[in-house]
């Protein structure tokens, strides 16, 4: 959590948090974190006690001032329209009391319950694509609030507002609120498959562990590992991406630990790798899996020492890293296969997620997803909002989305970039129907996905269909699919 420095004035920490607060909302946070460093540093910058953010939740039609599922709904939870924040959300008129306990609207409940006591307060609407998302509101600065606080808070509410349309917080713009759609921001999904999921995210979150995720292609597993990464304590220092399914195989070393001048032909200058560049951050092996054999000892060394040289040096380097890694390969066979080191996916599996696929998380998900992605891909390509017929909404459901939520990213994109009304039909999803996993066996006319067969066919079947529909273009059918050409031609090879 960021901390103002004491010799800053009022102005400086004031524009502070307005120049800060982009930043605070684009990371994959967890959003009770997200919403109580929020509170304390407005708190801060108004030099008052306490603030809190409090949001409508579109689905209640409550306030709110923490977002988790498992709460105590007495202590964090207000009917619109009861207190001075209730007044707030239902009116949309802000107010500044010097003495609460004068106001025939003041609700003694809180303080009654908590042993807090309220004497001033200023509160704010928070307005935002076209409709009242929740109420910021402050509480008992010595001496009030002047007329400059209540410019600024206003100033800060309008900022949020924006900021919301670009979380997952986002709401819809036909009714107030927000939509509360999973427990961290960017992370959609409030199945139970997920919320197994945020509860070891945030426990690994808390140490220094190395993590290795595991899920289909598209599952969002370099959106988990950025979630680790900013909910932890390093969440100030790099998080460096390596996508090792693009390295080649030559060059994985000097990637990885750098290399000094001289150290191979067209090496002029000294080069840093990337677990230099993530010092004192997270370094997260997207596809670890890919890493040639012959070079998975010089990683397990740097894995098990946090130790290494550079290629071509002889100096040993010390790193402060966390490792977190990602697969959507079987590692134990791979490992009883002879492709992959047994003493290294030890090291990497201390704690191991399991990223469910989207057709596990059930119809509330794939629709949670799909209305989130029509949301971003509104505004993104400056289309009117949309909606879902009936029989799109049935096709989304139906669908097995073995592509998971990247193949259901690029099939909302399309539906709003080609749509031409504000209803999404099922034509316009272009689903193929052709990759329905056929029963036992059968045949059907298209991909034949029969429920025996394992992930890597799948993918392989998945990926050379993509290839035929591009008309033989590899290029065009990676782009399809939302992966690089380097790992296309691995699936085409199985």
Not at 200 to 225: C, M, W
Not at 270 to 295: C, H, N, S, W, Y
Not at 331 to 350: E, H, I, P, Q, T
Not at 396 to 409: I, Q, S, T, Y
């Amino acid at each position: 959590m960021l901390a103002f420095p004491s010799q800053m004035s009022d102005d400086e920490r004031r524009f502070e948090l307005l120049a800060d607060l982009g930043a605070m909302i684009a990371r994959e946070v967890e959003l009770d974190e997200l919403l109580a460093s929020f509170a304390e540093r407005v708190a801060r910058a108004v030099g008052a006690d306490r603030a809190s953010l409090w949001l409508i939740d579109g689905a209640s039609g409550e306030l709110r001032a923490r977002v988790a599922d498992q709460v105590d709904p007495d202590d964090l939870r207000l009917p619109v329209g009861r207190g001075i924040a209730g007044h707030v959300a239902r009116t949309g008129e802000a107010v500044a009391l010097a003495d609460v306990t004068a106001d025939p609207r003041w609700s003694r409940d809180f303080d009654e319950r908590t042993g807090y006591r309220t004497r001033s307060m200023l509160c704010a609407p928070v307005e935002g694509g076209g409709g009242r998302r929740g109420v910021i509101q402050v509480l008992n600065k010595p001496g009030g609030f002047s007329a400059r606080d209540q410019v600024f808070v206003a100033a800060l509410a309008e900022q949020i507002g924006r900021a919301l349309e670009y979380t997952s917080l986002r709401g819809d713009r036909e009714r107030p609120g927000v939509a509360v759609r999973g427990r961290f921001n960017h992370v959609v999904g409030r199945s139970p498959a997920m919320q197994a999921v945020y509860d070891v995210i945030v426990s690994a979150a808390q140490t220094d562990a190395t993590v290795l995720l595991h899920g289909e292609t598209g599952t969002g597993k370099g959106l988990f590992a950025r979630a680790i990464h900013v909910n932890s304590e390093r969440r100030d220092a790099p998080f460096v991406h390596v996508d090792c399914t693009t390295l080649p195989a030559n060059l994985v070393e000097s990637e990885l630990f750098g290399h000094e001048r001289g150290a191979f032909t067209g090496a002029d200058a000294r080069v840093i790798g990337k677990v230099e560049a993530a010092a004192g951050g997270t370094l997260f092996l997207d596809e670890l899996g890919e890493i040639p054999l012959e070079l998975q000892g010089k990683l397990l060394r740097w894995v098990q020492e946090r130790r290494f040289e550079r290629v071509g040096g002889r100096e040993t380097i010390d790193s402060d890293v966390r490792l977190v890694a990602a697969t959507n390969r079987d590692l134990a066979a791979m490992v009883k296969a002879g492709g992959f080191r047994s003493d290294l996916y030890f090291r990497v599996r201390v704690v191991e997620i399991e990223l469910p696929p989207l057709r596990a998380r059930g119809d509330g998900d794939i629709l949670g997803l799909a209305e989130h992605f029509v949301g971003v891909y509104c505004r993104r390509h400056r289309k009117a909002a949309s909606t879902f017929s009936d029989a799109a909404r049935a096709a989304l459901c139906a669908h097995p989305w073995p592509g998971n939520v990247r193949e259901l990213e690029h099939a909302i994109e399309r539906a709003i970039v080609l749509g031409r009304g504000l209803v999404i039909d099922d034509r316009a999803l272009g689903l193929d129907r052709d990759l329905v996993p056929a029963a036992d066996g059968a045949t059907a006319e298209g991909v034949v996905l029969p429920h025996d067969l394992s992930l890597d066919d799948i993918e392989r079947r998945y990926a050379t269909a993509a290839v035929e529909r591009a008309g033989g273009n590899q290029s065009a059918a990676a782009r399809t699919l939302g992966i690089s050409r380097n790992k296309l031609a691995r699936l085409l090879r199985g």
